[in-house]
């Protein structure tokens, strides 16, 4: 498929995402949206893919919807007729991965500029790592609207009062990439220009474990957030007897006794 907001590149088991809007800042647009989400479903069907990369061009990684293209009655975004898809009965994902319902796992690179629903892909990411010139921000209540999904997960995955307060200030304040490491809301900063080298880094050793184990482990994590622990317990190891059934369950003490890398399959 060709793209004309994003950039699809895959390498190396690895689906790279660029979001390719600089101009306007990677803002989504309902071309965007509906790009991102024909990736999303290019990649995780690919059985060549085991992991994706999402970052950005330019000085921003994304800063949430397009303004310019907000109907006047605020709802969200669509390129589809209003209500037409089960995704817009769903909470609004805009430009986020379906995490939900996905099994391959994401890495976001956040490249810059990173607010409104650009901080979706910090909160729904399985590993997110950033550039020393990333900054974070919600700008939803200094434009009018209500900071509404983006701040309810920030709740989950920051201190209270540190989520208050980001949603409260709006676009007056900006966190840091130092910050959001020290807040676990990033697994690491690095130095802008190594940025995408760590990530395909640790995209490489992701997939250098046995992609359907990676997937499960995922799952089972995903699955298990809100139910309580022994559920959760007992959901997991569903998860672990399915891939135990797989030739890579077999492969991998197979490969240790040998002596040898694995050669994974994904089945």
Not at 121 to 144: K, L, N, Q, Y
Not at 164 to 185: I, N, P, Q, V
Not at 195 to 218: C, K, M, W, Y
């Amino acid at each position: 498929m060709s793209y004309d907001t994003i950039k699809y590149e895959v390498d190396s088991h690895t689906a790279t995402i660029t979001l390719n809007r600089p101009d306007a800042l990677n803002a989504l647009s309902p071309h965007m949206i509906t790009e991102l989400r024909a990736a999303y479903d290019q990649a995780e069907g690919d059985d060549d893919v085991w992991l994706m990369i999402v970052t950005g061009s330019g000085r921003a990684f994304c800063t949430g919807a397009d303004v310019k293209e907000i109907p006047d009655d605020g709802r969200v975004i669509y390129e589809r007729p209003y209500l037409s898809t089960y995704d817009q009965w769903e909470a609004p994902q805009e430009g986020t991965p379906p995490f939900r319902r996905m099994a391959k796992p994401v890495l976001a690179a956040i490249n810059g500029i990173c607010c409104g629903a650009g901080l979706d892909w910090v909160t729904t990411g399985d590993i997110v790592i950033a550039s020393e010139r990333a900054t974070f921000f919600d700008p939803h209540v200094s434009i009018g609207l209500v900071a509404a999904r983006e701040m309810v997960r920030l709740a989950r995955a920051l201190p209270r009062s540190v989520a208050l307060r980001m949603a409260l200030m709006g676009k007056h304040e900006r966190m840091s990439a130092e910050r959001a490491y020290e807040l676990g809301m990033i697994t690491e900063v690095l130095e802008h220009d190594q940025l995408l080298q760590r990530a395909h880094e640790i995209a490489d050793i992701v997939n250098s474990n046995a992609p359907l184990a990676v997937r499960g482990t995922r799952l089972a994590i995903h699955k298990t957030l809100d139910l309580p622990l022994l559920e959760g317990e007992i959901l997991a190891e569903t998860f672990r007897e399915r891939v135990v059934r797989t030739e890579d369950a077999l492969e991998g003490p197979r490969a240790f006794v040998e002596k040898r890398k694995p050669n994974w399959q994904a089945r």
